[in-house]
């Protein structure tokens, strides 16, 4: 079964960079979609970023466009999303996704697998 497992979140100062990591165990990496997610107390759940299956398309929320950048390594059946110039609103909890499709989603439901997630805390 498919585990997904979050690091590299932490507290940092506004303007400052972030690059998060995730592992997937259990399957074959390469077969999954992967992405991110993130919630901030109060607040709904929202799509950040998302890679296909081979690494060759990427999609980026336009709140983080231009800021965040997705990324996989297949040999390290890791996921990453290098987070520059950080806001105070980009603080959440942020989730490590995958999905069985090619693509994956930018849709909750759209994404199988979900792991606990990491906190990424801003100051201002």
């Known amino acids: 079964q498919v585990q997904l497992v979050e690091s590299g979140g932490g507290l940092v100062q506004a303007g400052g960079s972030l690059r998060l990591s995730c592992a997937l165990s259990?399957?074959?990496?390469?077969?999954?979609?992967m992405g991110w997610f993130r919630q901030a107390p109060g607040k709904e759940r929202e799509f950040v970023a998302r890679i296909s299956r081979s690494g060759g398309a990427t999609w980026h929320a336009d709140s983080v466009k231009g800021r965040f950048t997705i990324s996989r390594e297949n040999a390290k059946n890791t996921v990453y999303l290098q987070m520059n110039d950080l806001k105070a609103e980009d603080t959440a909890l942020y989730y490590c996704?995958?999905?069985?499709?090619?693509?994956?989603?930018?849709?909750?439901?759209?994404?199988?697998?979900w792991g606990k997630g990491t906190l990424v805390t801003v100051s201002s």
């Open positions: 996704v995958a999905d069985e499709s090619a693509y994956g989603s930018s849709q909750p439901d759209g994404m199988g697998y």
């Open positions: 259990g399957r074959t990496f390469s077969f999954y979609a």
